[in-house]
């Protein structure tokens, strides 16, 4: 007594099988449902199109030679309408793709000629229900992302304090309104930029030091604590700050986040800022 195949994968989503020779529906329905997957039907290239809007699939098995249309509009549709979708072309023709191009460059996942082969089938459908698997990952993966970054920029954007993103090198990624605020800086004047450029001049030397010996010895004096200084406006007004500086790692290089508060209410107290001798 034989032993049953094993089920290869299969899916949530069902196959979506497009002919209207009755025959080879049957064969696929057989073939597909004794794998494990749920099968729909649709013969005319019309009903196809309203199936793939109602039940997603995630594979469509899509025959060229229908009675309402040619099948490779068919592809094309379907190809607009859920980009990434795998569709396996069916066809008698064994030169079509001679005349029509690659259809794979059509949006195709593959060609397969008839009369269908069942282990070409079984392996096709098995590789497409893996693809579309691993393309739907993807884009949650995608939406997580972004989703990520608005609550980020939200965050960002609606702090008080002034926040300051800077590479490697000292150039400036990205600050935030406040940051805009109290330098007098847009982000997009600032992308680019070196850090110097809102310090004043007599901090400049002592920062470049400092940059180049976190480049080469990963010391600093200052990350991970907090210190007082002066910062400097566009307009060429200086202005004592409070900073805390922190590092992270983006691949092989550090990036750094500077969190600053504006101290000019002390102003009337005269408090004196430390130098920025140690960075």
Known sequence: MGHASPIPFSSSSPILVVDDEQDIVLALRDLLEADGHHINVA????????????????????DVKLPDMDGLLVLEKMTKAVPGLPIIILSSYTTLDDVTGPLEEQGAFAYLHKPINRSEIRTTVRQALKAYALAKKMERARHALYESE???????????????????????????????????????????????????????????QGMKRLQTTGESHVIGKTVTLHGLRKSGEEFPIELSLNSWMTGTHPSYSGFIRDLSWRESKKERPLEYQNV
């Open 150 to 208: 608005i609550r980020f920029q939200a965050v960002f954007q609606a702090a008080t304090d002034a926040i300051v993103l800077a590479d490697h090198t000292g150039r400036i990624m990205s600050w935030n309104k406040a940051a805009e605020s109290m330098f007098e800086y847009t982000a997009e004047e600032m992308f680019g930029k070196p850090l110097t450029l809102i310090m004043p001049s007599r901090y400049r030397e002592a920062h470049t």
């Open 43 to 62: 013969s005319t290239g019309g009903t196809a199109l309203e199936c793939v809007k109602l039940h997603s699939p995630s594979v469509v098995i899509l």
